[in-house]
């Protein structure tokens, strides 16, 4: 992988520090978002995310949501935003991002920022022996590091999803949008109950998988 493209998943970027202010607006809110040299995005918000984040699902009556993948936060702040009753987790291996995720959670959710979990690590690790299950899980996956390691993780997913529970994710057309629709719904339909492409926009898919 190109220098270029391989900082935001480590762990530790190896790139100079330079802090950013990125302002967006999302579902009728104003958010501020501070951002770092060596994580995803760091300069605006990215399409795929705002995308997503305008059209994503969220439990009427809230529950235990996790932002998988989470870089800065977005994702995972709105959530706990709009739905001040759910308890929300935030996940990433790029520490240089998790310190802008609960700089973020600060600024924007100053009164919950004591009731959101931010974890360190790679994907599901830092829940193991924790015995814990989502009502929803949210994620704009790294697909640049390879089809196959998000759809080993589709089939790991379930388990950490309660029953009728959703794993929501957004993913670019010509990125393999299609093949992963058809891939899941050939080889993961005995894992997930539905396999739907909810809204499609600017090359993005949103999908929503329902477990069994």
């Given amino acids: 992988m190109e220098r270029?493209?391989?900082?935001?998943?480590?762990?530790?970027?190896?790139?100079?520090?330079?802090?950013?202010?990125?302002?967006?607006?999302?579902?009728?809110?104003?958010?501020?978002?501070?951002?770092?040299?060596?994580?995803?995005?760091?300069?605006?918000?990215?399409?795929?995310?705002?995308?997503?984040?305008?059209?994503?699902?969220?439990?009427?009556?809230?529950?235990?949501?996790?932002?998988?993948?989470?870089?800065?936060?977005?994702?995972?702040?709105?959530?706990?935003?709009?739905?001040?009753?759910?308890?929300?987790?935030?996940i990433d291996t790029n520490k240089r991002a998790l310190w802008c995720t609960r700089e973020n959670i600060k600024y924007n959710l100053p009164e919950r920022s004591g009731k959101i979990i931010v974890l360190n690590g790679s994907y599901f690790k830092p829940l193991q022996n924790k015995n814990i299950q989502f009502d929803a899980i949210y994620m704009n996956p790294p697909i640049r590091n390879g089809r196959k390691e998000f759809l080993a993780l589709c089939k790991e997913i379930p388990s950490f999803l309660k029953r009728n529970g959703q794993f929501q994710f957004v993913m670019r057309k010509k990125m393999?949008?299609?093949?992963?629709?058809?891939?899941?719904?050939?080889?993961?339909?005995?894992?997930?109950?539905?396999?739907?492409?909810?809204?499609?926009?600017?090359?993005?898919?949103?999908?929503?998988?329902t477990s069994i």
Wanted: proline letters at 4%.
């Fill in 4 to 90: 270029k493209n391989q900082h935001y998943s480590s762990q530790f970027p190896d790139v100079r520090v330079k802090v950013f202010t990125v302002p967006v607006s999302l579902r009728r809110h104003l958010y501020l978002f501070k951002t770092i040299t060596g994580i995803f995005s760091y300069k605006k918000l990215d399409l795929g995310t705002q995308v997503f984040i305008e059209h994503m699902t969220i439990p009427k009556n809230g529950g235990h949501l996790l932002d998988l993948g989470c870089g800065y936060g977005p994702i995972g702040i709105v959530l706990a935003y709009l739905s001040p009753q759910s308890s929300v987790h935030l």
């Fill in 176 to 209: 393999g949008a299609n093949y992963i629709y058809n891939y899941l719904i050939q080889n993961l339909s005995d894992l997930y109950e539905k396999i739907n492409v909810t809204f499609k926009r600017s090359g993005y898919w949103i999908f929503s998988l």
